[in-house]
C-alpha cells in the first residue's frame, strides 16, 4: 500500500485508512482480527478509532473499538508499525460532548489505557465545540503533545472557518494545530441543503482550502453503508437526485470496465483525486475488505476519472 505524507508533517501514513468503529461490538473479535490481519497484510497501518466507538450499539458503552486494538496488537505484536488514531468531543456513556481542556485530558488518558499505549498517534477532535473557546481545545492538545501523549492533531467535523480559526490560534501562540480533517465524504454528491446533524461534510470549499494550507484530507463513510453494492442497501434519500442517477451510471460503467466492484472505484477515485483522500474503509467481513481492497491494485486513467467527475447540470430535487 502507498504511503502519503500526513499535512504539513514529516510522517508518512497509509494513502487508506481501515475504521475500526464497530470492532469489538457489531462486529465480533474473530471476524475484527481476521479483518486486520487482511488490511496488514496489504501493506495498511493506519487504524482509525474513537473514545465512544461504540457505544450507541446495544449492549456497549464505548471504548470496545480501543480494547480490541489493544487485544490485536499484543497477540500480534505490531504496536511499532501501527499510526493509531482516536477522538474525542462526543457525548457517550457519562462523558459530556465538549473540548473543555479537563475533557480532552481527561478522555486521552482513558483512551491510552484501553488501547494499551504510551502515545496515540494522532488525536482528533470529533467535533467542534461551541460552548468551548478554540484556544482552550487548542492548548490542551498542544498540552498533550508536549507530554507525548499525542503525536499529532486532527479535527473532524468541523466547518472550514472552525478549522481555519483553530489552526490561526495555534500559530499565533506557536503551538501545533490540526494537520489533517476527517470528514463525510463519497462519490455521490448530497444535495446542497442536506443535514447530517454532527456529520460535516467534505465540501469543495474545504477541499481548497486543505489543499492551499496543506492539511490532509480524510473521507469517512465513503461506501454510504454498502450502498453502491449492495441491493438490501437503497441510496440514502439525501443522494437521490438525477445528477447522482447519471454519476452512478458511470460509476457502474467504470467499474464494469476495469472488472472491479463499484466500491473499489469510489476508494481509488477518492485516492486519486485532485487533493487526494484518505478513505477509512470498512466492512463486516474479510471478503467486504478483499473487494474494497482492490482499490489498491489499479490506476485510473485520467479519460476515467474525467468521466466519473461528470455530473449533469440539473438541479438536485434536495437543493
Ligand atoms: N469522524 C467521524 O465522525 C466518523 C463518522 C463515521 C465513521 N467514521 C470512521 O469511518 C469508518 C467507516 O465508516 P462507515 O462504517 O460509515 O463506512 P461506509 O463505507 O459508509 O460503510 C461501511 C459498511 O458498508 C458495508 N460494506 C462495505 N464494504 C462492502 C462490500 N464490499 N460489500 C458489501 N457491503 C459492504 C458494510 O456494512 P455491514 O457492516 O452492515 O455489512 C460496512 O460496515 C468508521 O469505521 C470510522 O472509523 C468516522
Given at each position: 500500500m502507498n504511503k502519503t505524507t500526513l499535512g504539513n508533517t514529516e510522517e508518512m501514513i497509509s494513502c487508506m485508512g481501515l475504521g475500526t468503529?464497530?470492532?469489538?461490538?457489531?462486529?465480533d473479535e474473530p471476524t475484527s482480527f481476521n479483518i486486520l490481519d487482511s488490511y496488514v497484510a496489504q501493506g495498511g497501518s493506519f487504524l482509525d478509532s474513537a473514545n465512544?466507538?461504540?457505544?450507541?450499539?446495544?449492549g456497549f458503552k464505548g471504548g470496545e473499538s480501543e480494547n480490541l486494538l489493544s487485544k490485536w496488537m499484543k497477540s500480534r505484536g505490531v504496536r511499532q508499525q501501527m499510526f493509531i488514531t482516536s477522538k474525542v468531543g462526543f457525548q457517550y456513556s457519562d462523558v459530556p460532548r465538549s473540548l473543555k481542556k479537563e475533557i480532552v485530558i481527561s478522555e486521552c488518558e482513558k483512551s491510552l489505557k484501553r488501547l494499551g499505549?504510551?502515545?496515540?498517534d494522532l488525536y482528533f477532535a470529533h467535533a467542534y465545540d461551541a460552548n468551548t473557546p478554540i484556544e482552550v481545545t487548542m492548548e490542551a492538545f498542544f498540552q498533550l503533545k508536549k507530554q507525548g501523549k499525542i503525536r499529532f492533531a486532527g479535527a473532524s467535523n468541523f466547518y472550514g472557518w472552525q478549522l481555519s480559526d483553530a489552526n490561526l490560534v495555534s500559530c499565533q501562540q506557536n503551538w501545533e494545530g490540526f494537520c489533517c480533517l476527517q470528514q463525510r465524504h463519497t462519490y455521490l454528491e448530497p444535495g446542497l441543503r442536506s443535514d447530517f446533524g454532527t456529520q460535516l461534510l467534505l465540501t469543495p470549499e474545504i477541499q481548497a482550502l486543505c489543499k492551499t494550507k496543506n492539511i490532509s484530507l480524510m473521507a469517512y463513510s465513503p461506501l454510504l453503508g454498502g450502498a453502491y453494492v449492495r441491493?438490501?442497501?437503497?441510496?440514502p434519500v439525501h443522494y437521490q437526485s438525477k445528477s447522482n442517477e447519471f454519476r452512478l451510471v458511470n460509476l457502474n460503467e467504470t467499474a464494469e470496465e476495469l472488472q472491479v466492484s463499484p466500491n473499489a472505484v469510489v476508494l481509488a477515485w477518492m485516492m486519486q483525486c485532485y487533493s487526494q483522500i484518505i478513505p477509512m474503509v470498512t466492512g463486516s467481513s474479510v471478503i467486504q475488505l478483499e473487494e474494497n481492497f482492490k482499490a489498491l491494485s489499479f490506476t485510473l486513467t485520467n479519460e476515467q476519472i474525467e468521466k466519473l467527475n461528470q455530473a449533469i447540470d440539473q438541479p438536485n430535487k434536495y437543493s
Open positions: 468503529m464497530y470492532f469489538g461490538t457489531k462486529v465512544k466507538y461504540a457505544s450507541w450499539v446495544p499505549v504510551e502515545t496515540i441491493n438490501d442497501r437503497p441510496i
